[in-house]
């Protein structure tokens, strides 16, 4: 009996012995640490950037629009009624175990069982958003330096307009107040008073921000920003030169009502009337190649051109350069893509992206100034920063050491979900905890996906497979234990299984499908929108028997000694076949011929 010998390859099951190292950093210097973020969206895309905050223990993701105009952050709330279908799933407090609600005291507005505080924003395009405020920790990302901290936020239960229609979750206050959540970090002495933006270019998107101080550029643009002289980002704004020959204005028409304001949250620039007719004159005076056409929406009357081409890099051979002249001197120098935006149905045609502000004599700039441009808010110093720069390439820039690399651009209107969720809570010293001892036999994953039930089971067969081909796993290993409907999201259980006849999955492949799922690294199809983790588990394999151990072993071997034995049997055959034909049966009486006989 002949059998086949194996060679046996190592445990896969056998403990990882490799810690897995979380990145860690150091302040230089005691200096205080700073969150660096980066940017999705596109502003004229989108009208908006947002950047990526977690909030709660787990962590719940959210897309939140950077506003330095607002000073409250606020996310949909799991029992708002009245809000709009988001990126990501509502906020849901009861799945937080370090969510408090702020109860009501002398220094907030409370509601009418004056029981919580709340708050409520109204904005310029009539948008409402309403809610109780809440305290949870909030984390910033794995790019970030800075840890985990409890803040106060708003929980909405109510938003109309804009915010209730928009693709991003909330908003990010960077304002100033006390809700503002630089001043919470500001107060606790967490961060330095002071953050910084950088917008992407026209047609690529993303960008940067930081929480906290930097270390400015040599040459860097500085203006003067006054606190007290409105509640909004200023700059002391003196004068606008068109093609290096300044606009015949007086220049306290800049410094009407709010003065000249900052805002992150508006897309386009307006000015007062007497200057934007001034600048708009001054541009139309130096297109002299140019063609005026209308623009891309009949129903608003947009200064446009045709004839500049589509190469970005080129537009300044069509178009003139712009400077804002401060009031200590300083000059900020706007490339044609700070004050143009791109004709949607036009190739190689461009309008005016500064309008006018109506009656209103504020001079407002919204995120277009600033694209390409890094945006220094140093408020500890009372001042505002410029540097112009390639914002996709920021920490490159900066030199920063341990940079991340350049974002993917979102210029389609995709969030893109690089950028990993934070690692640790406040406290915690270990990331994935794996058993010592136990064999994995079974990984369980809870999630929220932001898609309504009815459409899921559409597609439910669908998203074994998907997930599967993210985590780089056959189809087989991947079980839909269980589905839900949560209001306008969807509940599921799923599990991981070992492949083929391996009792086990390995911690190296245990690790890595958790830090896949759990650092939002899992990109599904839009059919099944974005997911939210809620909890995962390791269950350890059930010990076999030695007849499941050894059962595909005894089929082999009983399966080569058929075909030995059949063999066997053949060649058997075949020779007594052949005998017999060399000794052919003849009667008793049959004649034989007679053969002489041979000596012994």
């Known amino acids: 009996m002949i059998l086949p010998l194996f060679l046996s390859p190592p445990n896969p099951c056998t403990k990882f012995s490799s810690t897995r190292r979380l990145l860690q950093r150091s302040n230089a210097n005691n200096a205080l640490p700073n969150a660096r973020m980066r940017l999705h969206d596109d502003l004229l895309i989108n009208g908006y950037y947002t950047t990526r905050l977690w909030i709660g223990t787990p962590p719940q993701r959210f897309a939140l629009i950077v506003d330095t105009g607002s000073s409250v952050t606020y996310v949909p709330c799991s029992s708002c009624e009245q809000c709009g279908r988001h990126q990501d ?61 409890r803040a106060v936020f708003g929980c909405e239960n109510m938003e109309t307009g804009d915010l209730y229609s928009q693709h991003a979750d909330g908003i990010m206050g960077l304002g100033r107040g006390d809700l503002s959540i630089v001043d919470h970090l500001v107060d606790k002495g967490v961060i330095n008073d002071s953050f910084s933006l950088c917008y992407g270019g026209m047609g690529i998107g993303g960008g940067a921000m930081v929480l906290g101080g930097i270390s400015p550029p040599s040459n ?15 700059i002391d704004l003196k ?22 304001i900052l805002d992150s949250g508006t897309t386009y620039a ?16 130096e297109l002299h190649s140019l063609k005026p056409i209308r623009g891309p929406d009949p129903n608003y009357n947009d200064i446009c051109f045709s004839g500049a081409g589509s190469d970005i890099s080129q537009l300044s051979s069509s178009f003139p350069a712009v400077e804002m002249v401060f009031g200590n001197g300083q000059k900020l120098l706007l490339s044609p893509e700070n004050y143009l935006f791109r004709h949607s149905k036009v ?71 690089t950028e990993m969720p934070p690692s640790m809570a406040p406290g915690d010293q270990k990331h994935y905890g794996l058993p010592d001892e136990k064999k994995i036999g079974q990984i369980t994953f809870e999630m929220m996906l932001n898609v309504n039930y009815s459409d899921l089971k559409l597609h439910i067969s669908e998203l074994a497979e998907s997930i599967a081909q993210e985590l780089g796993i056959n189809s087989s290993q991947v079980y839909i234990l269980n589905s839900m409907e949560k209001g306008n999201a969807s509940y ?10 391996a009792d086990c999955i390995s911690n190296v492949t245990a690790l890595s499908i958790i830090a896949r799922v759990a650092e939002y690294h899992m990109h599904l199809p839009d059919t099944f929108g974005s997911y939210h983790l809620i ?40 020779w007594r076949h052949r005998q017999r034909a060399l000794n052919p049966y003849k009667p008793v009486d049959a004649a034989v011929t007679e053969q002489e006989l041979q000596p012994l």
């Not at 300044?246 to 009502?257: E, I, Q, S």
């Not at 307006?270 to 005076?285: G, H, R, T, W």
């Not at 009656?359 to 410029?386: A, C, H, M, Q, W």
């Not at 151990?549 to 080569?560: C, D, E, I, R």
């Open 89 to 149: 799933p509502k906020f849901q407090p009861d799945l937080s175990s370090t969510y408090q609600s702020v109860k009501c005291n002398i220094d907030c507005n409370c509601d009418d069982e004056k029981q919580q505080c709340v708050y409520e924003r109204q904005y310029a395009e009539m948008s409402t958003s309403s809610g109780v405020l809440g305290e949870d920790i909030i984390s910033f990302g794995n790019l970030s330096a800075l840890a985990p901290q």
């Open 220 to 234: 860097m643009v500085f203006s003067q920003s006054d606190p007290v002289r409105s509640p909004y980002y200023n």
């Open 239 to 260: 004068e606008i030169h068109v093609a290096g020959k300044p606009l015949p204005l007086n220049p306290t028409v800049f410094d009407g009502k709010h003065g000249t």
């Open 270 to 285: 307006y000015l007062p009337e007497a200057a934007f007719v001034s600048f708009k004159d001054a541009i139309m005076k």
């Open 347 to 417: 190739h190689g045609a461009y309008c005016l992206g500064i309008f006018q502000n109506g009656k209103d004599p504020t001079t407002l700039l919204g995120g277009i100034v600033v694209r390409n441009t890094l945006v220094l808010y140093d408020r500890e110093n009372s001042k505002i920063g410029f540097w112009k720069t390639n914002c996709s390439e920021l920490w490159e820039r900066l030199h920063v050491d341990g940079a991340p690399p350049p974002a993917p651009s979102s210029s389609n209107g995709n969030n893109s979900n």
């Open 492 to 501: 599921i259980e799923w599990a991981v299984v070992p492949s083929g006849s």
């Open 535 to 574: 909890n995962w588990e390791i269950k350890a394999s059930a010990k076999r028997t030695w007849w499941q151990q050894h059962f595909l072993l005894v089929v082999l071997a009983s399966a080569v000694t058929f075909i030995i034995g059949l063999l066997a049997f053949g060649i058997w055959f075949i």
